[in-house]
């Protein structure tokens, strides 16, 4: 899922180099043309004044001149040549270049799409666990992920507990604790910046944690963040070949992560005002039903 190597190296540059390999051989075709041109005029006005045999100093040497001039020509040729495969490696790396722009067009496209119609959905819910599942859904969808999963912080305990996984049923993992500061996902919410895993990153060089990454997963984990205050963690891994997160996935991710820590603590707001006006309606029913008998 991300740029190959060949199109962030290729600078401004390399993007005009064929343009301008055109006009040099343009030039040198110009300048070679008009040389044998120039050439031929003189010698058939020489032999046509017969100049050319009183004060030529080396007569019988035109053949040997028009070998160096079709050897020239054939040099000159095979010069043409090796120009026009390197303009058309050229066009080819900058045709290269285009498509993958426009993938990468076309998904922060889609991503911007599923965004907003996850916040749509959002703003429209105040169920928390609605809400938990439409985060890691919405994950799934953008982000090509083999499993997403949400984790909110216990102030409490100071533990980060799974409110919701995609695509497993919650069942499986919904309630499980991790302390901030161990594994993955506890030195992300203790550090509070993003961590991408490649397939090819050594866990050794990341101090903190002590964990073992599987080889076959890309993955991606992100703080959440709401007024300087930690939310949550959102993991998102992948083991499908063909997908391999960025640092572009990575800040895209964290954008969402960040939007998302506004709703949950919007629905937790919510659940905690319905739950409050439950019990004051209760409460007067409560005393009634106590000083009734006396």
Same mark, same amino acid.
């Given at each position: 899922m991300?740029f190959s190597?060949?199109?962030s190296?290729?600078?401004a +540059?390399?993007c005009d180099?064929p343009?301008?390999?055109h006009?040099?051989?343009?030039?040198?075709?110009t300048?070679?043309?008009v040389?044998? $041109?120039?050439v031929?005029?003189?010698?058939q006005?020489?032999?046509?004044?017969?100049?050319?045999t009183?004060?030529?100093?080396?007569?019988q040497?035109?053949v040997?001149?028009?070998?160096?001039l079709?050897?020239?020509?054939?040099?000159?040729?095979l010069?043409?040549?090796?120009? +026009? +495969?390197?303009i058309?490696?050229?066009?080819?790396?900058?045709?290269i270049i285009?498509?993958?722009k426009?993938?990468k067009?076309s998904?922060n496209?889609?991503? =911007?799409?599923?965004?907003?119609s996850?916040s749509?959905?959002?703003?429209?819910e105040?169920? #928390?666990?609605k809400?938990?599942?439409?985060?890691?859904?919405?994950?799934?969808?953008i982000f090509?992920?083999?499993?997403?999963?949400?984790?909110?912080l216990d102030a409490?305990?100071?533990?980060?507990v799974?409110?919701?996984? !995609? #695509?497993?049923?919650?069942?499986s993992?919904?309630g499980?604790?991790?302390? $901030?500061?161990?594994g993955i996902?506890?030195h992300?919410?203790?550090?509070?910046?993003?961590?991408?895993?490649?397939?090819?990153?050594d866990?050794s060089?990341i101090?903190?944690?002590?964990?073992?990454?599987?080889?076959?997963?890309?993955?991606m984990i992100?703080p959440?963040?709401?007024?300087?205050?930690?939310?949550g963690?959102v993991?998102?891994?992948?083991?499908?070949?063909?997908v391999e997160y960025?640092?572009e996935?990575? !800040?895209?991710l964290?954008?969402?992560?960040?939007?998302a820590g506004?709703f949950?603590?919007? !629905?937790e707001q919510?659940?905690?005002?319905?739950?409050?006006i439950?019990? =004051?309606?209760k409460?007067?029913?409560e005393k009634?039903?106590v000083?009734?008998p006396?």
């Amino acid at each position: 899922m991300h740029f190959s190597e060949l199109g962030s190296a290729t600078n401004a +540059k390399d993007c005009d180099s064929p343009e301008r390999s055109h006009w040099r051989i343009w030039c040198m075709l110009t300048i070679v043309s008009v040389s044998n $041109v120039a050439v031929l005029i003189t010698a058939q006005m020489l032999l046509y004044s017969g100049l050319i045999t009183d004060w030529w100093p080396w007569q019988q040497t035109h053949v040997s001149l028009m070998a160096v001039l079709a050897v020239a020509n054939v040099g000159f040729i095979l010069y043409l040549t090796v120009q +026009k +495969k390197q303009i058309m490696h050229m066009q080819k790396q900058l045709k290269i270049i285009e498509a993958e722009k426009n993938e990468k067009i076309s998904r922060n496209a889609a991503r =911007l799409y599923a965004l907003t119609s996850v916040s749509r959905k959002m703003c429209s819910e105040t169920e #928390p666990k609605k809400i938990f599942k439409y985060i890691t859904d919405t994950c799934i969808e953008i982000f090509d992920c083999s499993r997403a999963s949400l984790m909110l912080l216990d102030a409490e305990t100071g533990e980060l507990v799974v409110r919701a996984v !995609s #695509p497993l049923g919650e069942d499986s993992f919904s309630g499980v604790r991790q302390k $901030v500061g161990k594994g993955i996902a506890g030195h992300v919410a203790e550090t509070r910046e993003a961590l991408l895993l490649r397939r090819d990153t050594d866990m050794s060089r990341i101090t903190g944690i002590e964990a073992d990454l599987d080889n076959s997963v890309s993955a991606m984990i992100v703080p959440i963040i709401l007024r300087d205050e930690l939310v949550g963690v959102v993991n998102v891994s992948s083991r499908n070949d063909e997908v391999e997160y960025d640092d572009e996935d990575t !800040s895209a991710l964290q954008v969402f992560a960040d939007n998302a820590g506004a709703f949950i603590r919007h !629905s937790e707001q919510a659940e905690w005002m319905r739950k409050t006006i439950e019990r =004051l309606r209760k409460s007067p029913r409560e005393k009634t039903s106590v000083s009734a008998p006396s």
